[in-house]
Nanobody
Protein backbone atom coordinates (compact mmCIF):
# COMPACT_ATOMS: atom_id res chain seq x y z
CA UNK A 1 0.00 0.00 0.00
CA UNK A 2 1.34 3.42 -0.96
CA UNK A 3 2.06 5.78 1.92
CA UNK A 4 2.40 9.52 1.40
CA UNK A 5 4.60 11.70 3.60
CA UNK A 6 4.46 15.45 3.17
CA UNK A 7 7.14 17.80 4.50
CA UNK A 8 8.56 21.29 4.09
CA UNK A 9 5.86 23.42 5.65
CA UNK A 10 6.42 26.14 8.19
CA UNK A 11 5.83 29.74 9.18
CA UNK A 12 6.72 32.32 6.55
CA UNK A 13 6.09 36.02 6.10
CA UNK A 14 3.90 37.30 3.27
CA UNK A 15 5.92 37.38 0.07
CA UNK A 16 8.11 34.51 1.20
CA UNK A 17 8.69 31.10 -0.32
CA UNK A 18 8.50 27.46 0.71
CA UNK A 19 9.17 24.19 -1.06
CA UNK A 20 6.99 21.25 -0.11
CA UNK A 21 7.89 17.63 -0.75
CA UNK A 22 5.72 14.54 -0.87
CA UNK A 23 7.47 11.19 -0.72
CA UNK A 24 5.54 8.11 -1.76
CA UNK A 25 6.44 4.58 -0.83
CA UNK A 26 6.01 1.95 -3.50
CA UNK A 27 7.19 1.88 -7.08
CA UNK A 28 3.77 2.50 -8.67
CA UNK A 29 3.91 6.21 -8.01
CA UNK A 30 5.03 7.02 -11.55
CA UNK A 31 1.80 5.58 -12.99
CA UNK A 32 -0.39 8.25 -11.39
CA UNK A 33 -1.20 11.85 -12.10
CA UNK A 34 -0.58 13.61 -8.80
CA UNK A 35 -1.85 16.72 -7.10
CA UNK A 36 -1.27 19.02 -4.19
CA UNK A 37 -4.31 19.83 -2.12
CA UNK A 38 -4.84 22.17 0.78
CA UNK A 39 -7.37 22.55 3.55
CA UNK A 40 -7.77 25.77 5.49
CA UNK A 41 -9.59 25.86 8.83
CA UNK A 42 -13.32 25.59 8.32
CA UNK A 43 -12.99 24.98 4.59
CA UNK A 44 -13.11 21.97 2.32
CA UNK A 45 -9.99 20.44 0.92
CA UNK A 46 -9.19 21.86 -2.51
CA UNK A 47 -6.90 20.83 -5.33
CA UNK A 48 -4.40 23.59 -6.08
CA UNK A 49 -1.87 22.00 -8.44
CA UNK A 50 -1.77 18.91 -10.63
CA UNK A 51 0.83 17.12 -12.71
CA UNK A 52 0.25 14.26 -15.13
CA UNK A 53 2.51 11.27 -15.65
CA UNK A 54 4.01 13.05 -18.68
CA UNK A 55 4.62 16.27 -16.76
CA UNK A 56 1.73 18.47 -17.90
CA UNK A 57 0.71 20.90 -15.18
CA UNK A 58 -2.45 22.70 -14.12
CA UNK A 59 -3.13 25.14 -11.32
CA UNK A 60 -6.02 26.66 -9.48
CA UNK A 61 -6.52 30.30 -10.38
CA UNK A 62 -5.69 31.31 -6.82
CA UNK A 63 -2.10 30.03 -7.10
CA UNK A 64 -1.38 30.36 -10.81
CA UNK A 65 1.87 32.19 -11.43
CA UNK A 66 3.04 31.69 -7.84
CA UNK A 67 3.14 27.91 -7.33
CA UNK A 68 5.00 25.31 -9.39
CA UNK A 69 4.42 21.57 -9.16
CA UNK A 70 7.10 19.09 -10.20
CA UNK A 71 7.76 15.39 -9.88
CA UNK A 72 10.75 13.10 -9.76
CA UNK A 73 9.57 9.60 -10.57
CA UNK A 74 12.98 8.12 -9.82
CA UNK A 75 12.62 9.37 -6.26
CA UNK A 76 8.85 8.78 -6.01
CA UNK A 77 8.51 12.41 -4.94
CA UNK A 78 6.27 15.34 -5.86
CA UNK A 79 7.25 18.91 -5.07
CA UNK A 80 5.40 22.19 -4.72
CA UNK A 81 7.43 25.37 -4.98
CA UNK A 82 5.42 28.21 -3.47
CA UNK A 83 6.51 31.79 -4.08
CA UNK A 84 5.01 35.14 -3.14
CA UNK A 85 2.99 33.49 -0.41
CA UNK A 86 -0.11 35.25 0.89
CA UNK A 87 -1.96 34.91 4.19
CA UNK A 88 -4.79 33.18 2.35
CA UNK A 89 -2.39 30.37 1.44
CA UNK A 90 -2.38 29.33 5.09
CA UNK A 91 -3.56 25.72 5.23
CA UNK A 92 -2.51 22.13 5.70
CA UNK A 93 -1.09 20.87 2.42
CA UNK A 94 -1.49 17.30 1.22
CA UNK A 95 -0.54 15.34 -1.85
CA UNK A 96 -2.45 12.51 -3.48
CA UNK A 97 -3.41 11.26 -6.88
CA UNK A 98 -5.97 13.27 -8.82
CA UNK A 99 -9.62 12.71 -7.95
CA UNK A 100 -10.94 10.18 -7.22
CA UNK A 101 -7.89 9.81 -4.99
CA UNK A 102 -6.18 6.46 -5.00
CA UNK A 103 -4.15 6.61 -1.79
CA UNK A 104 -4.75 7.05 1.90
CA UNK A 105 -4.19 10.67 2.90
CA UNK A 106 -0.95 11.47 4.68
CA UNK A 107 -0.65 13.71 7.70
CA UNK A 108 -0.09 16.81 5.61
CA UNK A 109 2.27 19.69 6.28
CA UNK A 110 1.18 22.99 7.84
CA UNK A 111 1.88 26.21 5.97
CA UNK A 112 1.28 29.43 7.87
CA UNK A 113 1.74 32.79 6.17
CA UNK A 114 1.78 35.59 8.68
CA UNK A 115 3.75 38.66 9.62
Amino acid sequence: QVQLVESGGGLVQPGGSLRLSCAASGSIFSRYAMGWYRQAPGKQRELVAAITTSGSRNYADSVKGRFTIARDNAKDTVYLQMNNLKPEDTAVYYCNSLPPVSFTWGQGTQVTVSS
